[in-house]
């Protein structure tokens, strides 16, 4: 066991190669599927929502991600496009995340979208009506700087086909960046042991 936690560093590729060693044949992908979420901490009530470009095939497509103050992620949505539409579906699926506490403010980057949405979704009661809505660029920071573990892994992995085979690999990577930031209760981020075990008991195996 010691020998294999030194080895693995819990990539989404990683963890394929090392069940593929146990005997199972995964898809990296699936890692997000392994039912993490119920596993995870209660977020903030302070949002930091903003979408960053993912190339896929010869286009860009648009990740939207939403992370509470201390960098927690709440949630994420691949999007063909970056408009009104697609900032109302991802405040729609921000808010059905099991694991986040109603939000008090939500801050965005100068998207025009974003405030036809927001106000759109409180009409609809998707989004609470004493909630905030704030453009101040500093308060971005945090989602800036956590989308960087995002970004190097779609790095690494060169180039999408397809839409659906980059939204399934987004998964993997989203739910690693979670258990890394210690996002899974009682797991530490940097225990990587404790992680390896916590992935064996997804599958209900021995780690």
Not at 17 to 34: A, I, N, Q
Not at 37 to 60: A, F, N, P, W
Not at 69 to 94: C, H, P, W, Y
Not at 178 to 203: H, I, T
Request: aromatic share 10%.
């Amino acid at each position: 066991m010691r020998q294999m936690v030194l080895r693995y560093q819990l990539s989404y590729r990683d963890v394929e190669e090392m069940m593929r060693e146990r005997g199972l044949d995964v898809d990296h992908s699936t890692v997000f599927r392994w039912r993490i979420r119920q596993h995870l901490t209660m977020s903030g009530t302070s949002y930091r929502v903003d979408e960053t470009y993912i190339k896929v095939g010869m286009q860009c497509k648009y990740l939207y991600r939403a992370v509470d103050k201390q960098g927690n992620t709440i949630e994420f949505m691949l999007s063909a496009k970056r408009d009104v539409s697609a900032a109302k579906r991802f405040f729609k699926k921000m808010m059905r995340a099991d694991h986040r506490r109603l939000p008090f403010s939500i801050s965005v980057n100068k998207n025009a979208a974003y405030p036809e949405a927001f106000t759109s979704s409180q009409d609809e009661k998707i989004l609470p009506l004493d909630c905030r809505l704030r453009r101040v660029k500093y308060l971005n920071n945090v989602i800036e700087q956590d989308r960087r573990f995002i970004k190097k892994k779609v790095r690494a992995a060169q180039c999408f086909k397809s839409f659906h085979t980059a939204e399934r690999t987004l998964e993997g990577i989203e739910a690693i960046n979670m258990m890394r930031k210690g996002q899974v209760k009682r797991l530490a981020g940097n225990d990587a042991m404790d992680q390896a075990k916590f992935v064996a008991s997804l599958f209900q195996i021995a780690a």
